[in-house]
T-cell receptor
Framework: GQQVMQIPQYQHVQEGEDFTTYCNSS?????IQWYKQRPGGHPVFLIQ?????EVKKQKRLTFQFGEAKKNSSLHITATQTTDVGTYFC????????????FGTGTRLQVTL | KAGVTQTPRYLIKTRGQQVTLSCSPI?????VSWYQQTPGQGLQFLFE???????NKGNFPGRFSGRQFSNSRSEMNVSTLELGDSALYLC????????????FGPGTRLTVT
């Protein structure tokens, strides 16, 4: 079945440093979504990418969808302590009956 | 609009018992999905319902079942509980299946002793 892996599993950065998490799917995706889960909370939708090669920005966050629609990345510039949490990508394989598969997640810790 | 609500929020059961969890989606949302989240396994997909029909099912044993009602509310049931079923069970609703974001509820924390 479809697998979605994320690297790294965990990253600890100093506030102000940049952070990137990578998402790789075993199958071609129709779209990719990113979610953030704060400690003790539930996943919250951040963004969706649909087109091959698409890049979207939200303030300090930059999201990319690969040309082959099998990988994606989330880059945070100048991290802040409010960025702490686990970031998940989630994608549906092409085909109307496919389920949304979540990646393994990257936990980000930011310290002063 | 009110968010996704899940009841109960916390539950303690013993091995062998069964449990029913409830999810009320955002008004107007017809798609409801269920996930199991554990520290070691991440977010594992359980089922997806759309307009009362199960559209997808994850790789869980038959002890896990679910349904969706005509008002889009959904329930999931786990029979013959095992210790390994201890997890956070998350429900998410969306307006459509493919191109709409999922809105998650706060989850039900199930502990099996």
């Amino acid at each position: 079945g479809q697998q979605v892996m994320q690297i790294p599993q965990y990253q600890h950065v100093q506030e102000g440093e940049d952070f990137t998490t990578y998402c790789n799917s075993s199958t071609t995706l129709s779209n990719i979504q990113w979610y953030k889960q704060r400690p003790g909370g539930h996943p919250v939708f951040l963004i969706q990418l649909v087109k091959s090669g698409e890049v979207k920005k939200q303030k300090r966050l930059t999201f990319q969808f690969g040309e082959a629609k099998k990988n994606s990345s989330l880059h945070i510039t100048a991290t802040q302590t409010t960025d702490v949490g686990t970031y998940f990508c989630a994608g549906r394989a092409t085909g109307t009956a496919s389920k949304l598969t979540f990646g393994t997640g990257t936990r980000l810790q930011v310290t002063l | 609009k009110a968010g996704v609500t899940q009841t109960p929020r916390y539950l303690i059961k013993t091995r062998g018992q069964q449990v029913t969890l409830s999810c009320s989606p955002i008004s107007g949302h017809r798609s409801v999905s269920w996930y199991q989240q554990t520290p070691g396994q991440g977010l594992q997909f359980l089922f997806e319902y759309f307009s009362e029909t199960q559209r997808n099912k994850g790789n869980f044993p038959g002890r896990f079942s679910g349904r969706q009602f005509s008002n889009s509310r959904s329930e999931m049931n786990v029979s013959t509980l095992e210790l390994g079923d201890s997890a956070l069970y998350l429900c998410a609703s969306s307006a459509d299946r493919t191109y709409y974001e999922q809105y998650f509820g706060p989850g039900t924390r199930l502990t099996v002793t």
